[in-house]
């Protein structure tokens, strides 16, 4: 009988120690959801778990993410991990503020911090030789006038802090939103849409402001906005959550389900889908993650 107990005792601890099998992008989900509570030591055991997913498919933001966090969880061994694998895998990959990233600031210790920082540096200096640093730094500026209170509204939602502190950062990003617009149509109009041969990606942020306006403005730009996806110069899924937005505020079933609001009862819901069936499809097409697995990262029902 002691023998047997012991057997049982074994696998249940066996059983205790095992990793979870998890998907790839719902170990990122989980690890990403860690982050923002600021629970950096789960969040770094997520992205353990999501780079050894049987379907781990990682991209360049999935690398510098779990940098980040691993360095934010005291483990550098793993953070000069995923930036190696980061800077061997894109070999164009640079960040301009690579060097004064306060998540990496535990890393600057280490002997192998400035070999990736002058690597990092180099290319930066190579790529940008002939960007317009002046409007770069206005888009990044206006990015940063965006997000910021968008973060702010996300952690007081999540941390269920009292409405008038909600309201607030409500107003506060619509006085963003209108600054920004006005900014994005004046940089329209003197340089048309920026390409990447003079601001790089930072020309996703013209996307990001329209995407945020009334929809009067999506319209008016789509059409601008989808050529310069066509080029090559913005990536496809702006163009599908833009379509999905446009849709959604004009009483329209949206095709690709980025869209979340609250039903009768106050719950998160995915707007109407045009088709349940093909969204998945639809979603791959532009580069977005199944439904089930976005619609879990953000707390909403389908």
């Known amino acids: 009988m002691k023998f047997r107990t012991s057997i049982f005792l074994l696998i249940s601890i066996i059983t205790s120690c095992a990793k979870p099998s998890l998907s790839f992008q ?11 509570a600021q629970d950096y030591t789960r969040a770094n055991y997520y992205y353990k778990l999501a780079f050894a997913a049987n379907d781990a498919a990682p991209q360049d933001y999935h690398y510098s993410n779990a940098a980040s966090v691993a360095s934010m969880a005291g483990d550098e061994q793993t953070a000069f991990l995923r930036l190696d694998q980061l800077i061997s895998t894109n070999k ?7 060097a004064t990233n306060p998540d990496y600031k535990h890393l600057h210790n280490f002997p ?17 030789r002939n960007y317009d640093k002046a409007l770069i730094a206005h888009l990044q500026a206006i990015h940063e006038r965006d997000q910021k209170p968008r973060h702010d509204f996300l952690f007081a939602y999540k941390t269920n802090s009292n409405e008038r502190t909600i309201d607030s950062l409500v107003h506060e990003m619509q006085r963003a939103d209108s600054m920004n617009l006005i900014e994005i149509q004046d940089i329209l109009q003197i340089y048309g849409f920026p390409s990447k041969a003079i601001v790089g990606t930072n020309n996703s942020v013209i996307w990001l402001v329209i995407q945020h306006s009334d929809v009067e403005y999506q319209k008016t730009f789509y059409p601008m906005l989808r050529k310069a996806a066509e080029q090559g110069e913005i990536s496809w899924d702006n163009i599908a959550l833009l379509e999905d937005r446009i849709n959604m505020f004009e009483g329209r079933p949206q095709k690709y389900g980025s869209q979340v609001v609250e039903d009768s009862a106050g719950e998160r819901v995915i707007y109407t889908l045009l088709n349940r069936d093909s969204v998945d499809i639809w979603r791959s097409a532009v580069g977005l993650n199944p439904l089930d697995e976005y619609a879990k990262q953000m707390n909403a029902k389908w």
């Open 112 to 128: 192998q911090w400035q070999i990736f920082r002058d690597t990092v540096e180099a290319r930066q200096e190579r790529i940008e």
């Open 26 to 36: 719902t170990a990122i989900n989980k690890a990403d959801s860690c982050y923002m």
């Open 92 to 98: 164009e990959w640079y960040s301009s503020n690579f």
